[in-house]
């Protein structure tokens, strides 16, 4: 992302509520994403924030767990 180490995704095809997508992840992924409730309205239900302020390895592991839950 420019000018930000954030990015905004749509997790809709994997539940229809970001709030419980994020509990959901961190349970089974053991990785922590932020609800789009936490940053609005519009269309909060469908989104969440992923933050890219770690190591890269941190963010490699946290990839794979999150590629092994969602296939």
Do not use: K
């Amino acid at each position: 992302p420019d000018g930000a180490f954030y990015a905004w995704a749509d997790c809709s095809r994997h539940s229809t509520s970001s709030w419980d997508f994020c509990f959901s992840m961190m349970e089974r992924a053991h990785v922590a994403l932020t609800p789009g409730r936490d940053f609005g309205p519009a269309a909060a239900e469908r989104f969440v924030r992923l933050s890219f302020a770690n190591s890269m390895t941190e963010l490699e592991t946290a990839i794979a767990r999150l590629q092994r839950e969602l296939g």
